[in-house]
């Protein structure tokens, strides 16, 4: 199997550290995964790659770097749910609802939540307020997709390919956004696939992905030098970056629906 760059399912908060009122540039770490990889659960027991990916596949599950200034390091298998419950606990300390919080409704506690997490990881190759070279291409159905004749509109722009599993793992949560702005032609959501047509029409029969895909994609990646997957990125009406990402992080939805919201006043 050949070797892949993947940037796995992580959590921003356990990657990056920053000071509350500053803003750094954080320059994410190429991991080196392939079958190869050596990955243990909780007990420190070596999984097979059979075991740790049909794990990761659930979305309950991510790898965690044992050294995340080495790019071939060996990797932990985490939940999800117990990792978000350590890390809220370092931001919420003691078991007192904050003054203002207690007549929240669920959803509202559940944003507040996701907003007192870390901002996620935002990719090396774009900037916030950059304008970005535009393409022009047509997509897996024939229709023209032209970057600059969507000036006036807010565009989400994510990159991927079929065998990433964080890519898979986020589309779900990228396919209710697209529910959510349906009805307003003003947001348009495109993805920028790596892989041949056909693959793509036979991967999306059994995991729907509800974006406008664009398929063989790969020197559209090459435009902004991405190598690294799933990358997202948010332009405003003016065709500025308001948002990049690159990976998935569990609040993810929270930025992308706070900046598209933003970007339409």
């Given at each position: 199997?050949?070797?892949?760059y993947l940037i796995l399912l992580l959590l921003?908060?356990?990657?990056?550290?920053?000071?509350?009122?500053?803003?750094?540039?954080?320059?994410?770490?190429?991991?080196?995964?392939?079958?190869?990889?050596?990955?243990?659960?909780?007990?420190?027991?070596?999984?097979?790659?059979?075991?740790?990916?049909?794990?990761?596949?659930?979305?309950?599950?991510?790898?965690?770097?044992?050294?995340?200034?080495?790019?071939?390091?060996?990797?932990?298998?985490?939940?999800?749910?117990?990792?978000?419950?350590?890390?809220?606990?370092?931001?919420?300390?003691?078991?007192?609802?904050?003054?203002?919080?207690?007549?929240?409704?669920?959803?509202?506690?559940?944003?507040?939540?996701?907003?007192?997490?870390?901002?996620?990881?935002?990719?090396?190759?774009?900037?916030?307020?950059?304008?970005?070279?535009?393409?022009?291409?047509?997509?897996?159905?024939?229709?023209?997709?032209?970057?600059?004749?969507?000036?006036?509109?807010?565009?989400?722009?994510?990159?991927?390919?079929?065998?990433?599993?964080?890519?898979?793992?986020?589309?779900?949560?990228?396919?209710?956004?697209?529910?959510?702005?349906?009805?307003?032609?003003?947001?348009?959501?495109?993805?920028?696939?790596?892989?041949?047509?056909?693959?793509?029409?036979?991967?999306?029969?059994?995991?729907?992905?509800?974006?406008?895909?664009?398929?063989?994609?790969?020197?559209?990646?090459?435009?902004?030098?991405?190598?690294?997957?799933?990358?997202?990125?948010?332009?405003?009406?003016?065709?500025?970056?308001?948002?990049?990402?690159?990976?998935?992080?569990?609040?993810?939805?929270?930025?992308?629906?706070?900046?598209?919201?933003?970007?339409?006043?």
């Amino acid at each position: 199997m050949k070797n892949i760059y993947l940037i796995l399912l992580l959590l921003s908060a356990s990657l990056i550290v920053r000071a509350q009122d500053t803003v750094k540039k954080t320059v994410p770490m190429r991991f080196n995964i392939d079958m190869n990889t050596i990955v243990k659960d909780s007990t420190g027991k070596i999984c097979t790659y059979k075991e740790w990916t049909a794990l990761t596949r659930t979305r309950e599950y991510v790898l965690m770097p044992e050294d995340t200034s080495n790019p071939n390091t060996a990797f932990k298998l985490v939940k999800k749910d117990a990792l978000l419950r350590k890390y809220s606990a370092t931001v919420n300390t003691g078991n007192t609802m904050p003054a203002g919080q207690k007549n929240l409704s669920p959803g509202e506690a559940e944003e507040q939540r996701m907003a007192s997490y870390p901002k996620p990881m935002e990719s090396e190759n774009f900037t916030i307020g950059q304008q970005i070279e535009t393409f022009s291409t047509t997509d897996m159905n024939g229709k023209k997709v032209k970057l600059k004749d969507l000036r006036g509109k807010v565009v989400m722009l994510n990159f991927w390919f079929i065998g990433c599993p964080p890519c898979r793992a986020e589309i779900p949560e990228l396919n209710k956004l697209v529910e959510l702005y349906k009805d307003n032609p003003n947001v348009v959501f495109i993805a920028v696939a790596l892989d041949p047509r056909w693959d793509i029409r036979t991967f999306i029969k059994t995991i729907p992905f509800n974006f406008d895909i664009i398929d063989d994609g790969r020197s559209i990646a090459d435009i902004y030098k991405i190598h690294l997957y799933p990358t997202s990125v948010i332009l405003d009406k003016e065709g500025k970056v308001a948002f990049h990402t690159v990976s998935f992080a569990a609040n993810s939805p929270y930025w992308m629906k706070k900046t598209i919201n933003e970007a339409l006043k």
